[in-house]
């Protein structure tokens, strides 16, 4: 009897991913043979890691941190999405050889135009931040074509870092870079791609940026709102949490092993009461 085909998510830490339920529930739905599991890497050991992942006959890999930049380093070939990135979240193996891809940002922009029924195009969009979550989501974003795509961030040398990378990519997207103090709404769009929920802070923005039809978008989620969701909801602004986010660049990750798209509202639901319930 022939083994299923073997993917894992690599990390350390890696025990709390939610990727194998995620990806266990697209495998039943598609009908695909395979099986997905956790794999911790030591914070030296990456390369090696994959190197045996490979020879032991896995399909695939996706990558959490704190080993994004080094899958990055490690790929023989890689999408548009993932050189914009700078960044790898999910490998498929073929040949002996590392195809890279990065999934997040389009996982981002299916969950706010598909799931949230908000169309990118026109309209007013705004980062809050420049790191690598930011990074990775420009491509995407600028690819929607957008009004206007401003990266706001604390210092603005960083914002004007990432603007230049947003420029080599996308010549055409109408781009600017921002402090946070200096920033002039309404938007209608604010993603907050700073780690702010994670330590239970909300970026210092301005007043105005958001008026009664914009969607205010963090990429943190929890089974409680986050800090921004609350700020913006209490603005009059609209809301969503990153978790279709993670169900969506998921999915995305599946398509690129599979070549099948998985459907992601049941999932979607389905982790959304898990989380409520603890």
Not at 73 to 100: E, K
Not at 145 to 159: D, F
Not at 246 to 265: C, G, I, M
Request: proline share 5%.
């Amino acid at each position: 009897m022939q083994q299923p085909d073997a993917y894992v998510v690599i990390g350390n830490p890696v025990g709390h991913s939610k990727s194998p339920y995620i990806h266990a529930a697209f495998a039943a739905q598609t009908s695909q043979q395979l099986q997905y599991g956790t794999l911790e890497a030591p914070l030296d050991e990456f390369a090696a890691t994959v190197r045996k992942l490979m020879d032991s006959g896995a399909r695939g890999a996706n990558v959490t941190v704190p080993f994004k930049l080094e899958a990055f380093a490690l790929a023989d070939s890689m999408t548009a999405r993932a050189r914009a990135a700078g960044a790898v979240n999910t490998l498929l193996f073929q040949d002996g050889r590392i195809l890279a891809d990065n999934t997040d940002g389009i996982g981002l922009v299916t969950d706010i135009v598909q799931n949230a029924a908000c169309s990118l195009r026109g309209k007013r969009v705004l980062m809050l931040g420049a790191g690598g979550a930011a990074r990775g989501a420009l491509l995407p974003l600028a690819e929607q074509a957008p009004a206007a795509l401003v990266i706001a961030n604390r210092t603005l040398a960083r914002a004007q870092d990432l603007l230049a990378v947003l420029r080599s990519d996308a010549p055409d997207c109408v781009a600017a870079a921002s402090t946070f103090a200096d920033l002039q709404g309404p938007f209608d769009v604010i993603i907050n791609a700073t780690s702010a929920s994670l330590h239970g802070e909300l970026p210092p923005l301005p007043a105005g940026l958001m008026h009664a039809e914009t969607l205010a978008y963090d990429m943190m989620y929890g089974a409680q709102e986050t800090p921004f969701c609350r700020y913006a909801r209490e603005q009059g602004a609209q809301t969503r949490d990153g978790l279709g986010m993670l169900v969506e660049q998921a999915a995305e990750a599946f398509y690129l092993w599979r070549q099948v798209r998985p459907q992601t509202t049941a999932v979607l639901a389905e982790l959304r009461t898990m989380l409520q319930k603890g």
